[in-house]
Nanobody, 125 residues
Framework: QVQLVESGGGLVQAGGSLRLSCAAS????????VGWFRQAPGKEREFVAA????????YYTDSVKGRFTLSRDNAKNAVYLQMNSLKPEDTAVYYC??????????????????WGQGTQVTVSS
C-alpha cells in the first residue's frame, strides 16, 4: 500500500494562503482517488477535496469551492492543495488519503484506506 506524507501547514492570518503537499512513497497515485480531509478538535474528520489521478477530475466541498485548488506533479508523485482566502474555520489538521477504484456514493472517510500523518493549519483572525 502506498504511504503518504503531508507537509506545508502552518500559521497564517485570515485571508492568507498556504499550499499543502501530499507525497507518495512505496507506490504511485495511479489508479487511486487522492482525497484531502480535515479534522478540528472535538469534531469528526470531514472531506475537503479530491483528485482522480487517472482522469484528472477534481471535486471540492462547498465550503472551500473557489478558494482551494488541487494540482499534481507526476514526476514528484505528489498532490498539492493550494488554499487561498483562508478563514478561521479552516483551522484543522489536514490529512491526505487514497481510495481504490470502485463505485462510491460520496467521499467517505471509511472508504479511504491509507492516510498520512496530518499537517496542522491554523488561521488566526
Amino acid at each position: 500500500q502506498v504511504q503518504l506524507v503531508e507537509s506545508g501547514g502552518g500559521l497564517v492570518q485570515a485571508g492568507g494562503s498556504l499550499r499543502l503537499s501530499c507525497a507518495a512513497s512505496g507506490g504511485t497515485f495511479a489508479g487511486y482517488t487522492v482525497g484531502w480531509f480535515r479534522q478540528a478538535p472535538g469534531k469528526e474528520r470531514e472531506f475537503v477535496a479530491a483528485l482522480g489521478w487517472s482522469n484528472g477530475n477534481r471535486y471540492y466541498t462547498d465550503s472551500v469551492k473557489g478558494r482551494f485548488t488541487l494540482s499534481r506533479d507526476n514526476a514528484k508523485n505528489a498532490v498539492y492543495l493550494q488554499m487561498n482566502s483562508l478563514k478561521p474555520e479552516d483551522t484543522a489538521v489536514y490529512y491526505c488519503a487514497v481510495r481504490s477504484k470502485g463505485f462510491y456514493m460520496d467521499y467517505y472517510v471509511s472508504d479511504f484506506a491509507s492516510w498520512g500523518q496530518g499537517t496542522q493549519v491554523t488561521v488566526s483572525s
